[in-house]
Nanobody
Framework: QVQLVESGGGLVQPGGSLRLSCVAS????????MSWYHQAPGKQRELVATIDYNLNTNYAEAVKGRFTISRNNDENTVYLHLGNLRPEDTGVYFC????????WGQGTQVTVSS
């Protein structure tokens, strides 16, 4: 059974940072485009960052310069480093994998508050 398991969320003060991880039981992991999505309370899920099999990355304008996506193909893991966090970054962050199939994780909660 395919699983994407996110971790690393939590409560952080504005200006702080977190690192989210997503471990994926998919093969071949290296060929999947991996993405992180953000769903703020009461809003639709939105794309935050993507990394493809060539390690090309793309970011939403709102997070450019603050968030960094990376992957470790040996460990089937994709990361999202969240820096200089703002209250509007609060919400659930979902891991997504796309190649010949599309998979989603269950999400991890990030709360930015003083």
């Amino acid at each position: 059974q395919v699983q994407l398991v996110e971790s690393g969320g939590g409560l952080v003060q504005p200006g702080g940072s977190l690192r989210l991880s997503c471990v994926a039981s998919i093969k071949p992991f290296s060929l999947y485009t991996m993405s992180w999505y953000h769903q703020a309370p009461g809003k639709q899920r939105e794309l935050v960052a993507t990394i493809d099999y060539n390690l090309n990355t793309n970011y939403a304008e709102a997070v450019k310069g603050r968030f960094t996506i990376s992957r470790n193909n040996d460990e089937n893991t994709v990361y999202l480093h969240l820096g200089n966090l703002r209250p509007e970054d609060t919400g659930v962050y979902f891991c997504n994998a796309e190649w010949n199939h599309v998979y989603w994780g269950q999400g991890t909660q990030v709360t930015v508050s003083s």
